[in-house]
């Protein structure tokens, strides 16, 4: 067991001190060469960390060898993450791609980042360049996933396999696609963004393994012997076994995840109660309007809520008229866009291609994605965000 745990928050609830300490460490691991060691490492090992199990086990253990690199300039350092559901609709203007901190979008002609915590840099790896952005939507992004839906495939998926195929075909795949330039290849590590991104991957997995799954590890291994990984397994690049990753505060998983910052009832901030199948789920409001949806939608889509104790939440009940007032709470401070959750993006052939995925597998994760959202979009949901 850890004797000393660092805690990583969402990127917007770091204190002034913690973001200058960030602000002033991650220079110094790119003037000393490690962008370029990483980005070395994410490219040769590419083919065996996506597509198969290694996704996780390799993801974590590497966010956090950066990290560990950013403690020996700073001991305070840390990887925070970025709850991406909260920009699900217009990624593009969330504060995080803004000059105070990761900065935006490419500039019009050479996509170089000329603003945030990475402006004007060179990267070495594959070879010189300028760092590079490409909104996939030119001067926007297309729509993320929900927390919905996160929480959809945490109740819905019990083996591996099938929880690595929804998480990285989806959200882990829309932010690289979506911010494009260097997030769109192999040396997506090049960007400062792929750190706090899978940081927030890594939280999702950190939950769902929370939900009864904290060993489970099954599905292919990426190499011609590993056709079912297990906790003996080697992880890709580190050869340390993958039972050595998967309980946090343990061995050099010497971390954990604080739940998001939000404002309660007295303007004061608090954390979000941990309690719900999510972080995000577990606010009183989000959790009251999943309850209340259609028993088909909930045993479809929510096996793990009650939909018999959910009855009385129903439409026309005093507590579903309840319920129906937060929805139109959530849609007001939505920016009042109404309850249409969009689409899912389609994933580019370039990228199934890169990556080596099987197309129909992609596209079938895709289109029950796609499903869920019709469905949720059908009952008349407001999500969270």
């Known amino acids: 067991r850890c004797t000393s745990v660092t805690l990583r928050k969402e990127i917007r609830d770091l204190t002034t001190e913690e973001w200058r300490v960030l602000q002033n460490t991650v220079p110094l691991i790119r003037r000393d060469g490690w962008f370029q060691w990483f980005s070395y490492i994410h490219d040769s090992s590419f083919g065996t960390i996506h597509g198969t199990s290694q996704f996780f086990p390799f993801h974590r253990r590497f966010v956090r060898d950066f990290e560990l690199v950013g403690q020996r300039y700073n001991p305070l350092f840390s990887v925070p993450y970025w709850n991406e559901f909260k920009d699900f609709r217009n990624p593009e203007l969330s504060p995080i791609l803004s000059t105070s901190y990761l900065g935006g979008n ?4 050479d996509g170089c980042v000329s603003d945030g915590l990475q402006a004007g840099w060179t990267m070495a790896y594959p070879n010189n360049h300028c760092l590079t952005r490409a909104f996939n939507q030119g001067t926007r992004i297309q729509a993320w996933y929900t927390s919905e839906y996160a929480s ?108 998001p910052l939000r404002s309660g009832p007295s303007g004061a901030m608090q954390r979000r109660s941990n309690s719900g199948p999510f972080w995000a789920l577990g606010d009183v409001a989000a959790s009251g309007l ?22 009385a939440l129903r439409p026309g009940s005093s507590a579903g008229m309840r319920i129906a007032h937060m929805a139109k709470s959530v849609t007001a401070k939505s920016g009042g866009q109404g309850t249409t959750i969009p689409l899912p993006i389609d994933v580019p052939d370039d990228w199934v291609d890169m990556h080596g995925y099987d197309r129909h597998e992609v596209q079938r994760v895709v289109d029950e994605a796609r499903d869920f959202v019709r469905d949720m979009n059908a009952a008349g949901y407001a999500p969270l965000y």
């Open 152 to 259: 959809s495939v945490m109740q819905r998926d019990t083996t591996m396999a099938k929880f690595r195929q929804d998480v990285e075909y989806t959200m882990h795949g829309a932010a690289h696609i979506g911010l494009g330039g260097d997030m769109s290849t192999r040396t997506s590590t090049n960007d400062m963004v792929f750190m706090v991104h899978h940081a927030f991957i890594d939280h999702i997995w950190t939950s769902w393994q929370g939900q009864g799954n904290q060993m489970t590890m099954d599905g292919p291994g990426g190499g011609p012997n590993e056709l079912d990984m297990s906790l003996e397994s080697l992880i890709s690049y580190y050869n340390e076994p993958v039972g050595s990753v998967m309980r946090l505060g343990w061995g050099l998983m010497c971390y954990g995840y604080a739940p």
């Open 290 to 311: 999943v309850q209340a949806l259609p028993a088909r939608v909930l045993q479809k889509w929510f096996p793990g809520i009650n939909s018999t104790a959910s009855a």
């Open 106 to 109: 490419g500039r019009a002609g």
